[in-house]
C-alpha cells in the first residue's frame, strides 16, 4: 500500500491572508479553524478527497531564502494569460528564481512572497 498527500502544511505570517488568497485561486473553501493560528482550506467536499488540504499556520518568522517546496498550478477554465491576468489580479506577482525566460510556465510569488508555478496544461476539474 502507498501513501497519499492528504495536507500540506504553509507556515505564514497571516494565516487569513493567504487563506483568502489561496482560496480564490484554486477555488478552495475554509475548513476549519483553531483561533488565529491556523487555518484549514481545501475542496468544498473537504478532507480526504483527491485534492490534498492546506493547512495555513502562524509562523512569526520571516521566510528566509528560497522555499525548498513550492505548488504548480494549472489552469481549469481559460487559458494560461488569461489565468495569469486573473493570478495577478488576486495578489500574485512575478517572481525571479532564476529561470531563462524560455519556460513555458510562469513564475509567481502569493502575498507573502511563497514561489509557485502557473503551468500552461490546462486540465478539466
Known sequence: ???????LVLECRSPELLAQFWCEVLGFVELDREGGELIEIGPASGFGGLQP????S??????TGKGRLHIDVNPTDRDQDDE??????????????????????????DPEGNEFCLLRAQLTE
Open 58 to 63: 502562524r509562523h512569526e518568522q520571516p521566510r
Open 84 to 109: 495569469l491576468e486573473r493570478l495577478l489580479a488576486l495578489g500574485a506577482r512575478p517572481a525571479d528564481v532564476g529561470q531563462t525566460g524560455d519556460e513555458q510556465w510562469h513564475v509567481l510569488a
Open 53 to 56: 488540504t492546506i493547512i495555513l
Open 1 to 7: 500500500m502507498a501513501c497519499r498527500i492528504g495536507e
